[in-house]
């Protein structure tokens, strides 16, 4: 396990807060033998750096892709399957999968499909909470569109959510794109729409907990 080079500079500014935070409990609880108070606010300490660590955490995988798989994005949970009217690229009918990232999952996203990014564009906008209906078209995002080699295009948007404000963009138009391989980040709590053709058949269903490159989330 390793962790996200997006995390250094909030990782350091933590521990430079802690630490002053510490400093500052050993002057005043210690000093004074409040050592069950002293013991306590530590624990507090501890556990923010840890749940700081853990949002930044990459976990070692191994990628096992075929052709015609759709990997999984990201990690989270699956929120909706549905078919839909997609209008930002398509403007047509297509298969929905949403998942939800909590602020506990891996927020790392990735390449569901190999080949060549078609479309990538970012969009800024507001931020409801990653589960609301309009979160989709009207919240802070980014959309890539990646088209396979036998000419298959599959469009997938990050989404930021009420708590994840900032979203961190990779792709470029016109650059390959290998399945598996990193395309984005989003920071804190948010979501990932993949849009995928009628004819698909999807692997997943509602509710389902899933992991990124590792979940087979349809086959095309």
Same mark, same amino acid.
């Given at each position: 396990?390793?962790?996200?080079?997006?995390?250094?500079?909030?990782?350091?500014?933590?521990?430079?807060?802690?630490?002053?935070?510490?400093?500052?409990?050993?002057?005043?609880?210690?000093?004074?033998?409040?050592?069950?108070?002293?013991?306590?606010?530590?624990?507090?300490?501890?556990?923010?750096?840890?749940?700081?660590?853990?949002?930044?955490?990459?976990?070692?995988?191994?990628?096992?892709?075929?052709?015609?798989?759709?990997?999984?994005?990201?990690?989270?949970?699956?929120?909706?399957?549905?078919?839909?009217?997609? *209008? !930002?690229?398509?403007?047509? #009918?297509?298969?929905?999968?949403?998942?939800?990232?909590? $602020? @506990? +999952?891996?927020?790392? %996203?990735?390449?569901?499909?190999?080949?060549?990014?078609?479309?990538?564009?970012?969009?800024?906008?507001?931020?409801?909470?990653?589960?609301?209906?309009?979160?989709?078209?009207?919240?802070?995002?980014?959309?890539?569109?990646?088209?396979?080699?036998?000419?298959?295009?599959?469009?997938?948007?990050?989404?930021?959510?009420?708590?994840?404000?900032?979203?961190?963009?990779?792709?470029?138009?016109?650059?390959?794109?290998?399945?598996? *391989? !990193?395309?984005?980040?989003? #920071?804190?709590?948010?979501?990932?729409?993949?849009?995928? $053709? @009628? +004819?698909?058949?999807? %692997?997943?269903?509602?509710?389902?907990?899933?992991?990124?490159?590792?979940?087979?989330?349809?086959?095309?």
């Amino acid at each position: 396990m390793t962790l996200h080079r997006e995390g250094k500079n909030i990782i350091v500014t933590t521990v430079i807060i802690l630490s002053g935070l510490f400093a500052a409990n050993l002057f005043l609880f210690k000093q004074l033998e409040f050592a069950w108070l002293f013991w306590a606010t530590n624990l507090i300490l501890l556990t923010f750096l840890v749940l700081v660590l853990q949002f930044f955490r990459i976990p070692n995988r191994t990628i096992s892709f075929n052709n015609g798989d759709v990997l999984c994005p990201a990690d989270g949970k699956v929120v909706v399957i549905e078919e839909v009217e997609e *209008t !930002e690229y398509f403007n047509e #009918k297509r298969i929905q999968i949403s998942i939800f990232m909590s $602020p @506990l +999952n891996i927020h790392a %996203n990735y390449h569901p499909i190999s080949g060549e990014n078609t479309y990538v564009k970012y969009h800024p906008g507001k931020f409801l909470v990653a589960w609301h209906p309009k979160s989709s078209t009207e919240n802070e995002r980014s959309t890539i569109v990646v088209k396979n080699e036998n000419g298959t295009e599959v469009l997938f948007r990050q989404i930021a959510g009420a708590v994840a404000r900032r979203i961190c963009l990779y792709a470029e138009k016109g650059q390959s794109a290998n399945a598996g *391989t !990193e395309f984005g980040f989003i #920071k804190f709590g948010s979501r990932i729409d993949i849009f995928l $053709p @009628l +004819n698909c058949q999807i %692997n997943v269903k509602i509710g389902e907990k899933v992991k990124a490159i590792q979940t087979k989330i349809a086959y095309l």
